[in-house]
């Protein structure tokens, strides 16, 4: 683990370090996905831009 804890997050967040081996598709055989997944955006656009600033500044200082 890089840190415990985000400082100056309005979070609880943690930053942890890891390699990637492997990707496997873990479809089950026979199958592929036909349609995309749909979503609505809920949040405050300002909000969420602001909080990403603060996380990716923590995690740069960690």
Known sequence: MKSEKLLNVPLN???????I???RDVMFYG????VEPQY??????EAAGRLDRQVIEAMKKA
């Not at 967040?13 to 390699?19: A, E, G, P, R, V």
């Not at 609505?40 to 656009?45: F, G, H, R, S």
């Open 40 to 45: 609505e955006k809920t949040y405050d656009k």
């Open 21 to 23: 081996e492997e990707v």
């Open 13 to 19: 967040l943690s930053l942890i370090s890891l390699d």
């Open 31 to 34: 199958s592929r996905i036909s």
